[in-house]
């Protein structure tokens, strides 16, 4: 089975040490949460794990053949229309062009794009449109492991739910696992089967919460009750710095 291990990662930028004594576990067809506060080294543990920044001290073990990362801002290639721009990762794994359009075409009907946005360029598109376009494109390829740097967090609330359903539908068919990254409680309970929470200055990880309910059936009422209770969890008071009313 794939699987990303971390053992006693620490990392500094300069003298300021970012993260420290990181170690967790991610299986295949799981989804996995860093939960804490802005600044805390979330997306630096991120970009740690999918490779883009060289680890200092501690290990990273990823078997995972496949992945992909979509960020909270879409990152599209400006010079690259909507279909080029989700066809782009298939082109780099050899997928003959005609087949990369065609896949390109089918997933971005899934993430409600409209034939008519096909042909447009990022600069035209709205933002909600852009992050239809990100996650078509970080798909497409079908990756074994999906990074998630806040991707709901500028999306109005309509939206959010709409890109979180696609995601839990993967979820459910258990075609993917997932490194997700985000300051709201809220989504990564929806989301998460275990969420790791990430105290600052410097990020280290000072409790687990693991959920056993099938995504799926992760109503409202029990996401509201979650958070509830997690918001009157002393570790989540201390580390986001919440006034008890
Ligand atoms: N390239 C960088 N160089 C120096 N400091 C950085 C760099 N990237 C992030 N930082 C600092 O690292 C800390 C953690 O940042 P980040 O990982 O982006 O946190 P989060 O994603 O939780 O908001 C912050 O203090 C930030 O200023
Ligand atoms: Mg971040």
Known sequence: MAR?????????????????????ELNQGEVLSIVGP???GK??????????????????????KTQAIAFQDPR???????????????????VPKAEREKRAREIALTFDLEEE??????????GGMSQRVSFARALVTQPELLFLDEPFSALDIGLKRELQNHIIELIAQKAITI??????????IRLSDKILLLEPDPGRIVKTYTFDRPQPERTDEWVYAETAKLLKDPYIIKTFELELK
């Open 4 to 24: 990303l291990t971390v053992e006693k990662l620490r990392f500094s930028f300069g003298y300021k040490t970012i993260l420290e004594d990181i170690s967790f």
């Open 179 to 188: 490194f997700f990254i985000t300051h709201d409680i809220m989504e990564a």
């Open 38 to 40: 802005s600044g805390g």
């Open 76 to 94: 599209l290639l400006p010079w690259k229309n909507v279909i080029d721009n989700i066809a782009f990762g298939l082109k780099a794994l050899g």
């Open 117 to 126: 946005d096909f042909d447009k360029f990022p600069k035209e598109l709205s």
């Open 43 to 64: 997306t630096t543990l991120l970009r740690l794990c999918a490779g883009l920044l060289d680890r200092q001290e501690g290990s990273i073990e990823n078997s995972f």
